[in-house]
């Protein structure tokens, strides 16, 4: 085990401003890497040469992204242990530049699933080795609030992504495959000013072990908190589908609501930023219950919300709009701000948990359970659009988000009473404790 703290890096004597300087071109990086997965996510189901009416085709051929990030997720947390932080991010947004270039060429199924699966791969490099950093970066006391400025960056990148994709479905409607060219460049110029201007942070180095040996070290509580992590997720991979699910109900002209949206993800950033530091007062797992209870709630709203927000004619005044959605949109987006507490409380959760050299096998798994949710959750809801429609779809994502959440509940406190168990029981025979209990046990 050894100390990896290359010349380029931030040492301890650099202090707090060198760490934040760090932490702020690695937010610049995520937030610009999202923008061009935003683009990717509005503009990929309408780019795929299948019919409206196979949805579950489509979830299946979408699926394959986050299927191949997932079974590369371990692995790539191992190399980041063993290897370092900073050349696996680069490397992933080169890679994901190649690929977004080769999916613009040309809309061949076999081309685009192949290239998409791919870049599985590469969002795996660039998710494991940036939260990986941000661990590297942060102590127990603010790494809450550290976690809530990645998901700002990487929601904010998201949103302007979203927007993006939306206004290029109309620049580009003769030729989407311009589009995917135009994020090529966006990805592939953030990579290179990534290579000059991001360090490594000081981490340490762990030697080649095998990935059942470093998954071993991980603790009964960060194994407690992957169901609700995976339940989360599954409900990320429903979201990622409303596109096709708009499209379905014969919306294809969605910017009227990329506004909104991006409002809403910029909101979520937000409240990530806030709620992650609450965490950091008040601990991760009530931050977490918080989150969660507002998921829930959300999840049984949105199916009044949805259509009356994707049914707005463009141009239609804020005023107006609202009168369309009604007061529940208001419900709506403070249910949707107090879900934002769930991201950065497990993320700080397991960035405390972990072992100083297994930080990168712990976002491994992490993104691993992201992986197979997203997967998960993109076939269920194009089974449920398929069986029911909209109110199957985001019903069955209440119903799973709320079974998993208990699942994880209930292994945290059986967790904490076999370590108030264990605790009573190395106790010394001769403590006060001890001996209180057997004077009374005497006297009866």
Known sequence: MTVDSQTQGPGPSSGWRAKLGTLSILYLAVFLTRIGFGVILVLFPLYLPIPKTESALAAGV???????????????????????RRKVFVAGLGLIAILSLL????????????????????????????????????????????MGGFDL??????????????????????????????????????????????????????????????YSSLTSDVAAILPVWFALTVVLGFYIFLPRLAARMGKTDLSQAALPILLGLVLLGAGALLFGRLSDKIGRTKTMALGALGEIVFLLVLPEVFGPLISIPPGTPWIDSYNMVGPIIIVAGFLFFLGSALVPSILAFIGDKAAKEFRGSAMGLYSLMLSAGIAAGLVLAGIADDLGGVQAVFYSA????????????YLLYRNKQFESSASF??????SSGWRVRREKSRKR
């Open 62 to 84: 979408t699926a394959i992204y986050p299927v191949v990030e997932g079974v590369s997720a371990l692995p790539v947390g191992a190399y980041v242990d063993r290897k370092g």
């Open 103 to 146: 999916i613009g060429l040309s809309n061949n199924l076999v081309l685009v699933g192949g290239a998409h699966g791919l870049e599985g791969l590469a969002a795996a490099m660039v998710t494991v080795a940036s939260l990986t950093m941000i661990t590297d970066l942060t102590v127990v006391t603010n790494r809450g609030v550290g």
């Open 153 to 214: 960056a990487n929601l904010g990148g998201y949103g302007v992504g979203i927007v993006l994709g939306v206004a290029f479905s109309s620049v580009f409607a003769a030729d989407l495959g311009a589009s995917f060219l135009v994020v090529s460049a966006i990805l592939g110029v953030s990579a290179v000013a990534v290579y000059f201007i991001l360090h490594e942070p000081v981490h340490i180095s762990q030697g080649r072990r095998s990935l059942k040996e470093m």
């Open 398 to 409: 209440a119903i799973i988000f709320s079974g998993l959440s208990l699942t994880s509940g």
């Open 425 to 430: 029981a190395s106790k010394p025979p001769n």
